[in-house]
């Protein structure tokens, strides 16, 4: 079993900052890549930003140059610090990951999800 934990969810007005965390538990081998969606109220979820186990970064075009998605690899976590937040980015943040255990099995894991809210 493999346990997703997301933190630092909240409210901020809209040029803030927030930083999220997501930290996996459980029988871990290894994760490979880590990520970062949202899903704003009727809308379908979107990838935000991911990372690989080698470190290398994806961006959603929206967020470039404004969120940095990082990872701790032996905390086994994943951060996205989110700076000049827009109004339009509220949604539930959640993160996903894919851990590997010792016998090479492979899983895709959910954070339970952290609202993010952006007042104008």
């Known amino acids: 079993q493999v346990q997703l934990v997301e933190s630092g969810g909240g409210m901020v007005q809209a040029g803030g900052s927030l930083k999220l965390s997501c930290a996996a538990s459980?029988?871990?081998?290894?994760?490979?890549?880590m990520g970062w969606y949202r899903q704003a109220p009727q809308k379908e979820r979107e990838l935000v930003a991911g990372?690989?186990?080698?470190?290398?970064?994806n961006y959603a075009d929206s967020v470039k140059g404004r969120f940095t998605i990082s990872r701790d690899n032996a905390k086994n976590t994943v951060y996205l610090q989110m700076n000049s937040l827009k109004p339009e980015e509220t949604a539930v943040y959640y993160c996903?990951?894919?851990?590997?255990?010792?016998?090479?099995?492979?899983?895709?894991?959910w954070g339970q999800g952290t609202q993010v809210t952006v007042s104008s």
């Open positions: 996903r990951m894919s851990p590997v255990d010792s016998l090479g099995r492979q899983r895709d894991d």
């Open positions: 459980g029988t871990i081998f290894s994760i490979k890549s």
């Open positions: 990372i690989t186990s080698g470190g290398s970064t």
